[in-house]
């Protein structure tokens, strides 16, 4: 056993040389296991993430949720990868999130050798195994082009793999109530939770959508897909093109999000953009959409995302839900991969939850149901009356708006 230790303060001019400082660790051969630990000292505006790098590539990430963690040949805790520990030098990264300024004095320790007690997992594991299959509320059938058919889905939710609070099995559940058929998990900067995804969606009957929100702290961006972990450490304007490159699809989180809003400059936009996310609670109000048109309508998927964490987020899982035109003979396993190809296509439209007023395209035509006594906004600023809860309109090419007349919006369609 080893143990290596370092003990600094950390400090504004720290953080302004780079958010994230790797400390290293040598790992001999056939290393039983790695224990890190990470003091953090209650200092009002300090905010320190935790992660690691191996000799052979990423092993996890658990930002501010946690201040210990362990891996070793078999097991990990969650939001980091299991396995062999190559020899060679491991770095522990420490992400200087939030500074004060008279500093933070950090105490990190890193253990090589072997590991009693996993952190995190007995807990995991016996949250996912009280968590049961929950009924599903009747399906909602929405009309669609030929050869398609509409699913729904969520692209924004987060586990005990990183800042939520409840194991991917609960996600699934609350997905599964919500009368989704998928939901995309995009723990932040690691893809450990990829592993647990196929098993435990087909367990709950839902499609988990491998993700990762790939976080910095001047905006965040989800990769879908399973592409490897995408460095969120290298420049925003590398991402779009490595995401493509493995065959992933990269969308712009909440882009007006508080201090999580997207200020990385890009050189060219990713095929998607999360619209609709659960911080829109006004829907009077018109920056989202605003957004999206200085972005670029014709360029940009719209998609949504409820971005859950624990039962205090702002909406639960599904809300806002985003509508996926799918091919018609995809089911069980093959709906992930059939929502990807049609999110790649731009086959979507969001609603407020699963049982709202929606706008669909099915071939020539856009369809509002259950929005009487409301408007469909064109692309070319035409308006439209809806008067019944099931009306037919001859669509045109690009997205539409649907708003009562009062203004505020209901959905959009693509």
Known sequence: MAVTTYRQVWTLDDRAESVWHSLPVDIPADCPGLLVTL??????????????????????????????????????????????????????????????????????????????????????????????VPPRPPRRSLPASSGLKWIAGDFHAHSLHSDGSTPIANLAALGVSAGLDVLAVTDHNTVAHHLELPSVGNRFGIGLIPGQEVTTDTGHANAFGEIGVIDFRRPASTWVSE?????????????????????????????????????????????????????????????????????SSLTPPGTPTTWIAVD??????????????????????????????????????????????????????TRHAVRSSYERLPATPGPHLLVTHTGNFLSTCT
Do not use: K, M
């Not at 712009?252 to 809003?261: E, V, W």
């Not at 999110?343 to 259950?370: H, K």
């Open 39 to 132: 003091e953090v000292p209650p200092v009002e505006g300090a905010v320190i993430d935790l992660g690691c790098e191996g000799a052979g590539g990423w092993r996890g990430w658990s930002g501010g949720a946690r201040q210990t963690f362990a891996i070793t040949p078999i097991a990990a805790t969650p939001g980091y990868l299991a396995g062999e520990l190559e020899a060679g030098t491991w770095w522990v990264v420490i992400g200087l999130h939030r500074v004060p300024v008279e500093g933070v004095e950090l105490v990190v320790e890193a253990v090589t050798g072997p590991v009693a007690e996993i952190p995190g997992l007995t807990e995991y594991n016996e949250l996912s195994a009280a968590i049961a």
């Open 243 to 311: 995401v493509a490159q493995r065959g992933g699809l990269l969308s712009i989180n909440h882009p007006l999000g508080g201090d999580c809003s997207w200020r990385q400059p890009l050189p060219e936009h990713p095929p998607l953009a999360e619209i609709w996310h659960s911080s829109w609670l006004d829907h009077t109000w018109g920056g989202p959409i605003a957004w999206w048109e200085a972005w670029g309508l014709e360029r940009t998927t719209p998609i949504g995302g409820s971005d859950w964490h624990n039962p």
């Open 328 to 381: 018609a003979s995809a089911e069980g396993p093959d709906l992930i991969p059939a929502t990807l190809a049609a999110l790649a296509a731009g086959r979507t439209a969001i609603s407020w939850s699963y049982t709202a007023p929606v706008l669909v395209r099915a071939d020539d035509e856009l369809i509002a149901i259950d929005a009487p006594n409301t408007l469909v906004l064109s692309p070319n600023g």
